[in-house]
């Protein structure tokens, strides 16, 4: 199947074309940024040799003529009108930004005034352990931001014993790609090698969404505590959720039982690294309990389950590919 | 006054002797480690023509001619054999090891049985902003953890306003020196770089030492869930911690109107970093609130003020000195 | 084809395994270790859920039982040992380690007494861009050094054109990775991170490995002085070679003359950096000129092009396969 | 005395200020960049609680008032502006930029066309180790650049044994704190991280200021062959100077003899590493040959040693004070 890149210069864009270059199933046929006037080698240096595809300046008509559905790898606000335009023309859509995660009113709360009000309605929320059969319907695809998908598949299992009223913490740490790579003082060298702090402390986009798709799926409302931090590191993300037990359960069978058919998840009996996760898919979960108090951890990619692998098992799934085809499971990193 | 230095090797034996060797009131005038074999300089090659001191093999009656204060930068068990022949002949010791800072119970529960009941009674727990008193007077004093210390400072101005019966959570990092300069996997250059994870959730001995000392400087009990992280830097620690607040209270103003007079303690608006604080002996506060939830947040060096700088402290405190004689407030750090 | 690893537990162990996992023609029947007792997934967590072998203690009938090619990651003197018995047993072997890369006489001057002299005569220098047409009839495979292969690449082409007599000047950097999974000194994040340092300068064993190929691929002799550093990250390799030729020539002319046909061979225009060959078996180039002053730059991942993926393209190539079969050109790396 | 700092923003600034906070002689009096607008612990949040000093907008009239020396931390071409002015007001000026550092001749070819050219004539190179008479009577001190500074103390000892009409090669590494607190895309922790690479290759300015100063304390001439190299590292600087010597001397008496009175000079014998240097005014230096072959290796702070430490040191000279007083030889680093 033909696939075109929206959005080809930041990090997701370019794991976007890694992955796809070698999936058996999508053929890359457009790929495009907001200039257009580059061959992807000269925007990304380590593809030389390895691919060689003039990027376009982004144009939906010119999308619908090449593929049959489209990744967008952009910033909030602006994928939307592409989307929209874009789904109008029949080609299917992962979207990859914040644009169709929420509700319209939580949407418009937290970001902006929505522009596509038509397509919000029908769009599915990307996390395949708990979106499937929606999935393999869905026409536009909206991939969970970072730390929703790795404090979600943390904390989801564990909601119904969770005690009612109270309070959710979780501490969440990223690696540095998350913020882009466009030049900032807390992504500049001098500023965050051998540092880290937290950022937005309980006032962070991610927040909403992690609460939102609770409620949703649980039909349960919790004060979701969230506070982010940068690590002094490129890639990857590690999540610890804290909260209090009803009782005190067996927390390791809950995950087992959860997760059991799960392809991307993996139980580890030590708390989770970054390391074995980097590169890959792989969505890693150690859980822990003192008395009633619980400690869930997990481990993401944050570009690729964080953002672009992730993406590629939705169209796998929209598409009625196996959700494994092409997703990278090992990695040559660090 | 002459000061003596046992356990010269590791990293906090190198602070102690990089602070003391500028220090206007304290002059070192005996360093020992378990070998004895090597000039300062060889052992610590930062060292070379700064100072120029025999490293001594470690006995007590040879520090009690040579000084009338002694550092010990021992692991617990080796100190308290030290400590107790050091009292005993009239030297005070100011001890980094944890073999003082525990009710007795408490120790031998979490650590091993103890050699030196008798003194163990009389150690004064090192924490300058909660226990100034009791250190003018003291002979012996127990350096407190590096956890705890970040841990305690920021929360122990806000037990009184939290729900009682509620679970604490701390989620720390640190740096890797912590882990010592010994050879170990998770201090491999190729496990650490570029990962970052949990150790010990929840089993670690720095709990019940922040647990036992909110209980005896409150009279509250609470149980506190620590959870401790490696950081692929070298230095410094940052401290999360999480609470359910009884109501929606000012927090700023708890935090200053508690450390308005502490020479070494500073109140931030963001969240705090480690670079701000790394190469002195500060710590760095900031607080937060989300209705009745609570996070305050700290930063230290953790060789520094979570060891060797606050030791010095205590040292200028139990000699009748200035709190901040040759105390480092500013340093040459990336 | 069935392919044996021996010497599974380091880091080029591990890369051999990721790459052959996915590669099109090679099949893994056995992996081994010194001491075969885990399998697999539990010596490497990366691979949890991605291969399920357990790991067996290295014997040499067993692999020629179980495979027609053996992939040596062994340190060297060990590696001669299993060579011999493997070959006799008519297994193919790609040797990672040194044993049979130098001359005899080269061998024992600079290793130990060497154990299998029947066999050191008839193996071939892996380097595929020199050596191409030998590999193709090779039963043992001495794949190169890692600096080797940065430099000899980055040299070989301007022997010709370089002042006889005059000498010639190597910096090279790598990551950590290549001083191997065992704890040392240098490789404890305390001493590496935030430094850098030569070691072993004018006195590696890589030296006389460069000046010996060079001397059998041009005939003539050159005195190289070489100067490893240790870098503060995990993989990569960057080589400086520094050396005055006789004319003023079109020093980009000679490269791309010289490297035109080769698959992974990239030039570039601007100095070469580590990321953009990380993950990769290929080899970046960049040279300048200054006056008669000559200035070639080669990036390499070390543990990929240095070794692992460079042995699989030998296996490829004494198997009668495309060069390029299976081996990574794109990498999710940092 | 009291003294000003023009140009506090950036790194060198905020150096020169933790330097002289504890200087016994000098006594800052004033602080400006170019907007003015700050404290200085709004500027640099780690001097909070430590200095409490309004930042001016940089007024030369202002400086004459308050101090009787200022040291200027500003981009070349904007320094000798202020230079000038401050002069003809009776200040002395130590100057970290470039502007007096080089003949007018050479200045104006590698830089821009020189606007003081009254006082360019008087200034004098600020490398104590080789001007420490012409230093004592100076009111304009032109204080060397990083890389001269390390490359110089390494090969000047060794001038004279040099074959005449041989190329010389520097292959230098720095820390990214050399590129400034500027956003660039080579120092987006993105690019640098787990990354390194050479730029400028024979073609930075640093390279004609070495070729000049050798010609001038030596008189003779020698093509110096520069490749600077970045660092994934905040601070430290590494050099490593190639030659050939005309006969095998004796390589390390001749550093010996150099050196054995420099305060600020310590010669290993081992390769030099960054750590050791960190944080303070030292330069230490390492040297081996191989047959004719040089390898002379320098690591140094290039923020201390490279930039405001020995800005101090010779800012003491000029002003009779002894050159270590208040200058770190220790320091709280990684």
Known sequence: MNVAIIGASGYTGLELIKILINHPKFNITY???????????????????VIDVEVQKADAKEVAKAADLAFLALPHKTAMFFAKELLDLGVKVVDLSADYRLELETYEKHYCPHEDKEHIKDSVYGLP?????????????????????????????????????????????????????????????????????????????????????IQKLTNKEFQINFVPHLLPITRGMLVSVFATLKDEIDVEKILEDRYKDSEFIRLRNTPVDLKSTAGTNFCDLYVSRNGKALFVNSSIDNLLRGASSQA??????????EEYEGIPKIAYVP
Do not use: W
Not at 31 to 49: F, M, R, W, Y
């Open 31 to 49: 790929i495009a940024n907001s200039t257009g006037e580059e061959n992807v080698q000269d925007l990304h240096p380590c593809l030389k040799d």
């Open 312 to 321: 590629v098992v939705n169209a796998n799934l929209i598409c009625g590919f």
């Open 129 to 213: 352990e708990y979106y499937s059969e929606d999935l393999k319907n869905a026409k536009l695809v909206a991939n969970p931001g970072c730390f929703p998908t790795a404090a979600l598949l943390a904390l989801l299992p564990f909601i119904d014993y969770i005690e009612e009223g109270s309070q959710i913490f979780i501490d969440a740490k990223t690696g540095m790609s998350g913020a882009g790579k466009g030049l900032k003082e807390v992504t500049h060298f001098g500023h965050l090698n051998e540092n880290c702090h937290a950022y937005n402390p309980f006032n962070h986009r991610h927040m909403p969404e992690i609460e939102e798709k």
